[in-house]
């Protein structure tokens, strides 16, 4: 059996994937219905979609630290738990609220409940993998996310053709998936014990993360990639395609899903490869993708005809490379940096870079590609996703490996029993 396989994944991992998965799946429902239902509300509008976009990153980027704070009294399922609850009120609000005020304590629940539950994910993963193939935990992860996401968003169109009672019944079945993790976890706790802490709690960590020149460059990379990469695929490259470079919105849109389905296809297999290759080289590779990606885009931007439709699709390609790369490595050298004691913290300090890359990329991309000519924008975003790689060797060029997995028929004493 291979070392990186479904298979190799603990019975824990497999049922917190399951919950994902549905949790995933709810969210994709109203991915592209939520900025529609807004827009077209009358005490929202124009206006009212830029703020609850501006809150619900506001408050994702603050929802990590409360949730911190928690782990250090609730088993971190149960805090899960809560924040997902949270999450779902704040969606199931959405299609009912009256005024502007109402749909910003929405966004505010969605937010903060979202920011809380990816911060306490990543380390509940690792309790349940107990510490091992955590390569194959973090891809088969990005895969259940973006199969969800992919599902729900083709089931929500049909919400856009029906009467308004469909779209806030999508809404609150969105807010069903969230509950039905949230109970799951909840009823389960004890099966993931949390990670050791040190004198002070979790929160007393977050200033030696910040003297850890290893996780300091993985921030960094992180950073790099949500500003460069996720921030831009669904808003500045569609931008640059269509009205720079004459792409009809259908090819535009075939790319996009090229990219999403390499996504799901490859992710286990690109975090078998990277198994092979010195940890420390691992990021360097994922940034040499992404860069030579957007170099391919730049110059597409230059050659006309079949060769532009060719060297768009390489591009698309690299860009899905560089999305499963990451998603295998990233957060298991992030664990081999800071240890379980420190796990957490980290997690929180990722998942608020997160928000607030997320937050700050989409403006500056689609700046950038109204702004400049199309060959000079893409090879300004090839340098920072230079940047992803650059950084962890600059900062730290010895990343501590993750721990080797055990070998396949090596099980613990309660999977035995």
């Known amino acids: 059996m291979s ?58 980027a603050a929802g990590p630290w409360p949730a911190l704070r928690a782990t250090d009294r609730l ?43 990816y911060s306490a994910l990543a380390p509940l993963l690792v309790s349940a993998q107990r510490g091992r193939r955590l390569e194959a935990a973090f891809a088969a992860r990005s895969t259940v996310l973006h199969l ?20 806030r019944t999508v809404f609150l079945l969105d807010a069903v998936s969230y509950l039905a993790f949230a109970a799951l976890l909840w009823s389960r706790a004890a099966r993931f014990p949390a990670p050791p802490t040190r004198p002070g709690g979790r929160t007393a960590d977050r200033r030696a993360l910040l003297r850890n020149r290893a996780f300091v460059g993985l921030l960094t990379a ?58 420390a080289l691992r990021l360097p590779l994922t940034g040499a ?43 298991p050298l992030v664990y081999a940096a800071v240890g379980p004691e420190r796990h957490s913290a980290a997690s929180a300090l990722v998942s608020s870079s997160y928000n607030i890359a997320l937050l700050a990329g989409p403006p500056l991309g689609v700046f950038m590609a109204g702004a400049l000519p199309p ?8 340098c920072g996703m230079a940047a992803l790689g650059a950084a962890p060797a600059l900062t730290s060029p010895t990343l501590p490996a993750p721990e080797p997995a055990p070998p396949a028929a090596d099980t613990t004493e309660r999977e035995r029993r």
């Not at 808003?235 to 999403?260: C, E, K, S």
């Not at 060959?375 to 090839?382: E, I």
């Open 222 to 279: 992180h950073v790099a990639f949500v500003l460069f990469g996720m921030a831009l695929l669904d808003t500045a490259i569609p931008l640059l395609l269509v009205t720079r470079l004459g792409q009809p919105p259908w090819a535009m849109g075939l790319l996009l899903a090229l990219v999403m389905a390499g996504t799901v296809a490859g992710a286990l297999p690109t975090a078998r490869l990277l198994l092979r290759v010195d940890p």
């Open 75 to 117: 088993p971190p399922a149960r805090v899960i738990a809560l924040a997902l609850t949270a999450q779902a009120a704040g969606v199931a609000w959405l299609p009912f609220a009256h005024g502007l005020g109402e749909t910003l304590v929405s966004a505010a629940l969605c937010g903060a409940g979202a920011g809380a539950a």
């Open 289 to 331: 993708a992404g860069t030579a990606g957007y170099a391919l885009l730049a110059v597409a931007a230059l050659i006309p005809g079949t060769a532009r439709t060719a060297l768009l699709v390489a591009a698309a390609a690299l860009f899905a490379a560089t999305a499963c790369a990451f998603a295998g490595c990233f957060q």
């Open 3 to 60: 070392l990186l396989s479904l298979a190799s994944l603990t019975s824990d991992t497999r049922l917190l994937l399951a919950g994902h998965a549905v949790s995933a799946l709810g969210s994709g429902l109203t991915l592209a219905l939520t900025a529609i239902v807004l827009y077209g509300a009358e005490h929202a509008g124009p206006t009212g979609v830029t703020w609850y976009f501006l809150v619900l990153g506001i408050a994702g």
């Open 375 to 382: 060959a000079v924008c893409a090879l300004l975003w090839a």
């Open 148 to 167: 969800g996401l992919a599902a729900g968003v083709v089931l929500s169109a049909a919400a856009l053709t029906g009467p308004a009672a469909m779209t």
